[in-house]
């Protein structure tokens, strides 16, 4: 099982990035996809998170800026980022949980995780 993340790259302040998570090994369509980021000298923190239905839900610091989605092909996730500001420079990550809790927000829940990208919002 892998999940590869990609699309990071550095972009200046109000641009937009999309990241794109890869899932193989298995079908994830009935996994919840969640996007986590971590920033220099912080925890890693909640950004995002879609479960098999497409219901998503999003940290209040990126609510309308950012979207998530599913691919057709449903291995595959995405991360529209727009209106970027410098705070949402963070090595992203991708991270697949099997089951349906509710705690999609908590990083201890996701089984699977992708290795990381970097994303740098210039001011």
């Known amino acids: 099982v892998q999940l590869q993340a990609s699309g990071g790259g550095l972009v200046q302040a109000g641009g937009s990035l999309r990241l794109s998570c890869a899932a193989s090994?298995?079908?994830?369509?009935?996994?919840?996809m969640g996007w986590f980021r971590q920033a220099p000298g912080k925890e890693r923190e909640f950004v995002a998170a879609i479960n098999w239905s497409g219901s998503t839900y999003y940290a209040d610091s990126v609510k309308g800026r950012f979207t998530t989605s599913r691919g057709n092909a449903k291995n595959t996730v995405y991360l529209q980022m727009n209106s970027l500001k410098p705070e949402d420079t963070a090595v992203y990550y991708c991270?697949?949980?099997?089951?349906?809790?509710?705690?999609?927000?908590?990083?201890?829940?996701?089984?699977?995780w992708g290795q990381g990208t970097q994303v740098t919002v210039s001011s």
């Open positions: 090994g298995r079908t994830f369509s009935s996994y919840v």
């Open positions: 991270a697949a949980d099997r089951t349906w809790s509710g705690s999609y927000y908590r990083e201890e829940r996701y089984d699977y």
